[in-house]
């Protein structure tokens, strides 16, 4: 009994030893590798693929690892209220001006923009095609309680489109709208469903429509009020004294200067361009 | 040579009293029975000298000693094994069982699979080594059982109903190991019903009914 | 109008595998992650737990009953939940803040700690308590002392045991929603094999996401595997 016993401890303390190996090693690796920047940012600026193109040249200059948390804007800002991330990255300039104005984060810059569209059935039920006028768009669609799609989730594309409501004096409900709180993906997918209306940033819409996943159209586009701005802010040392402040400006040093700012405007996607950095728009004064 | 000393004991369970043998001195020299029809406290009055049935009144010596119960009665199970009617057998091979009450005794290393192997010859089921202890038939278990509770080394064997519900061909086996086994000095008390095992190699009888003592003859005549 | 078809969920599902197979190195670092993450947070719950299992199946003491309740009630714990609240915990505004796990393999561990522990508590009570009741006493009688007669009811139940363990393990390694709170999703760092799928399919890509799901699946079942190959020793 007693040899057997063994036997059959040490294949389990073997395989134990090997476990806890496998189990303990990105412990380990974190304490022996460099440093790493946390950055929130939104879902549709990670999906769009802009930071894969974009942060490598960075981390490799500055010899710091870049680490992306890709959620909706309003849990972006709260992770850097929070004190949980060390830089963030949001288009919701509102929302940015009380994050600067609440003391949680300092030194804002724009830095690139994108475009929001409205995109529809091909039938396009509420007559909206060609537009060029988001207001009068959702007025419209409001008017003929033709379907519509809402992220709901508070994000940037949220506030967009509440910006649209708004500006029309509307506070749209009713069976025909339908507030999802998904990304912006799962809200393509769910208006091309059904049919449906929705406002979308240019980048996912291209993502889902060269892939095939949907077959809306773009309805509404050009318009100034769709512009779309980024904005990246360091969180304030003052308020969480171990962010990672110095590298964190470098990074927003690095998006607004002109490697960045090349990087930005030479991404495509599918061959289209995305993104225009700040630089091409900064003398329109916005 | 007394062994086991029980002074007032009784036993309760619930509202039923199990056992009410009161003062008793029972010597254990080769092979004692405890006789009585079931219910009678057979098994009851075994659990309480193996040290694993605290009694709800009165205390149990054996040599001298007061026996403790619970963690702190280790030193006594040590000495003294109990083999229940219908013995449970570990899931494992039959060797590693038998080994068991060897390891569980305290013996260390090659002594433990010798002293095994040494029993199981003993009752003869040397052949019985490699297999699994649950396809084993009636007759093979009790052996088996036997085998392990002779391996620990014990001083004394209590075996409850060792035959009950065997057929007779492997009772009769069963019997001639046991009164063997009592022969080279281990001493031993078995608990029956059955009439089969009255008969000279029996040192004492203790006749049980209801709980009670009502008959407990020696060999040497005394009662 | 596209025509509605299986074709839509073959060539997706075939697309996504080969990209599986091809050894795709998002593939394999999210079955790393959700491999180290599942391991570790199993071994460190059955650590913790099945010691709490074995005091619950056999030992009487006053309160065993609303501890059995509380551990039972704890198995249905909804994961978001303990997602914000290890979240409120680990966040630098919170009290252990200061350990900087968030965002991190280790904040995803302590979360499915939180809510694997009662899965194993539960299983590994059963497990001893379905144990024939004369197992535990034929050890004792037979001299073993308490310590190898508690062993000796563990072995005994080892089958039942395993499986709590197995159990574990699956259930940690489906977890999405505490990982993504309490990892972030962080590519090639805390993106497991649940969270990836999670994002590929809010990006619509439903061949590679499921591709991911199969993946996972192989893990459990291999895992499944070779506890039962452990058995047969």
Known sequence: ?286 | ?223 | MREPSLDFLLDGFREGILRALRGDPQVLSAARVTLQVSLGSTLLAAVLGLPVGYVLATKRFRGRGWAIALCQTLLGLPTVVVGLLVYGFLSRRGPLGFLDLLFAPGAIVVGLVILITPVLVVFAMTALASLDTRARETALTLGASARLAAWTLVLEARFGLLAAVLAAFGRAASEVGLAMILGGNIEGYTRTLTTAVALESMKGEFGFGIALGVVLMIIVLATNMLIRLLQRT
């Not at chain 1, 967009?160 to 500006?167: H, P, Q, V």
């Not at chain 2, 009678?40 to 694993?52: E, N, Y």
């Open chain 1, 1 to 286: 009994m007693g040899p057997m016993i063994h036997r059959n401890f040490n294949k389990l303390g073997w395989l134990l030893i090997v476990l806890a190996a496998s189990v303990l090693q990105p412990f380990g690796s974190r304490l022996l590798a460099q440093e790493r920047l946390k950055l929130a940012t939104t879902t549709s600026t990670d999906n769009s693929g802009l930071l894969k193109h974009l942060h490598p040249a960075f981390e490799k200059a500055a010899g710091v690892k870049i680490h992306t948390i890709a959620v909706g804007t309003g849990k972006a800002l709260a992770l850097g209220r929070n004190g949980d991330v060390d830089v963030v990255l949001v288009h919701a300039r509102a929302a940015e001006d009380r994050f600067v104005a609440d003391g949680d984060g300092i030194n804002r810059r724009d830095v690139m923009a994108n475009d929001f569209i409205i995109v529809g059935p091909s039938s396009d039920p509420a007559g909206i095609r060609d537009k060029k006028d988001g207001v009068e768009a959702v007025k419209r669609i409001a008017g003929k309680k033709a379907r519509w799609f809402s992220r709901g989730d508070d994000s940037g594309t949220h506030k967009k489109e509440m910006e649209l409501w708004n500006a029309a004096s509307m506070k749209p409900s009713g069976q025909w709208y339908a507030a999802l709180g998904q990304g912006m993906g799962k809200t393509l997918l769910a208006a091309d469903e059904k049919l449906g209306y929705t406002l979308t940033d240019r980048g996912t819409y291209i993502a889902m429509s060269e892939g095939k996943k949907i077959s809306l159209e773009v309805l509404v586009e050009g318009d100034e009020r769709l512009f779309n701005p980024y904005g990246v802010i360091a969180v304030n040392p003052k308020k969480h004294a171990h962010v990672k402040y110095d590298v964190a400006m470098k990074y927003i040093e690095f998006l607004t200067s002109e490697p960045g700012q090349n990087l930005i405007a030479s991404y495509r996607m599918n061959g289209k361009v995305l993104f225009f950095p700040v630089r091409t728009y900064a003398q329109r004064g916005k």
């Open chain 2, 1 to 223: 040579m007394s062994a086991f000393s029980l002074k007032d004991l009784q036993v309760r369970f619930e509202q039923a009293t199990a056992l009410d043998v009161g003062d008793l001195e029972l010597p254990v020299q080769g092979l004692t029975l405890v006789t009585g029809p079931n219910g009678a406290g057979k098994t009851t009055l075994l659990r309480v000298l193996a040290g694993v049935q605290p009694p709800t009144r009165g205390t149990l010596r054996y040599r001298g000693q007061v026996v403790s119960f619970g963690r702190a009665g280790l030193a006594h199970r040590r000495r003294v094994t109990l083999v229940a009617q219908d013995p449970f057998l570990f899931k494992k091979k039959v060797l590693a069982n038998v080994a068991f009450g060897a390891l569980a005794r305290g013996f260390k290393g090659e002594e433990v699979l010798a002293r095994a192997r040494k029993a199981l010859e003993a009752m003869g089921c040397g052949h019985l080594a490699g297999r699994d202890a649950g396809g084993l038939s009636g007759g093979e278990r009790r052996r088996v059982a036997l085998a392990r509770a002779v391996a620990t080394g014990a001083e004394i064997l209590l075996l409850d109903e060792p035959t009950a519900e065997v057929d007779s061909e492997n009772s009769e086996r069963l019997r001639l190991l046991i009164t063997t086994l009592a022969g080279t000095g281990t001493g031993i008390i078995v608990s029956t019903h059955q009439p089969e095992w009255a008969g000279p190699h029996a040192r004492s009888q203790l006749k049980l009914s209801a709980g009670r003592v009502i008959a407990f003859s020696r060999e040497d005549g005394s009662a």
